[in-house]
């Protein structure tokens, strides 16, 4: 069942030119950053190879993209997230859903893995991007699969608290309203701590990001991350348990 969920959702949304025009544009935008930081690598190169040692092609152009991809799926999220289940109880098929003989669990975990398949087009498109580079250079493939796999955890805790949002309204502007104010949070939440390594740092998604962004591969920010993942969606849970027993 957590398949059929997924699977109508993906169907629901590629058959509409919502997600093929929000494509093209990160497509577009993602390419024109690419190839921007390639030529200013490509000018720079003399210059950096002075210093010793000299930045990597993958350090100045593919941690940088990412970085940018990363940014774009947060503002990317919300629209998605807000058809998840915010649609379902604008139509009034989410009682229909309820009273099949489907778990609480089932349905969210479906409405997550189809947002979180909405979402993996940028982490593809970040990797060949990077693979590219091997036709005229050698990239770092660590870095580079440091990154991708940042990405994943990333794009995993967006879709976990866009499903968990979008349960939260019947009117599907605002769950994107909801969404977007909680990824923003948890993002810039390390702007306010008041030292780099204060404790508001530990909850700060793009505190954990940079450091596979810098090619390191920590357990504690994958662990952070799906946290982040079981945490949203267990809420996700109880609020569809809420409303299986006749709660708003």
Known sequence: MIRL????????????????????VVSLVL??????????YLAMQSQLASLSPPPGVTELVVAPLAAAAALLALMLTPLFAMRALSEERRLRTLPLLLSSPVTEMQIVLGKFLGLWAVLLPVVALVGLMGASLALGTRP???????NLIGLLCLLAAFAAIGVYASG?????LLAAAVTLGLLLGLWLVDNAASSPDGALRQFSMSAHFSLFNRGVLDSADVAYFVLLVVVFLGLAVLRLKRQRTGGR
Request: glycine fraction near 4%; aromatic fraction near 14%; avoid cysteine.
């Open 5 to 24: 969920i997924a699977l109508k959702d993906l169907r629901i949304l590629f058959v509409s030119p919502l997600a093929w025009g929000v494509y093209a």
């Open 140 to 146: 770092d493939w660590g870095l580079l699969l440091a």
């Open 31 to 40: 390419a024109w950053l690419f190839l921007t930081q390639l030529d200013q």
């Open 168 to 172: 939260l309204s019947a009117h599907p």
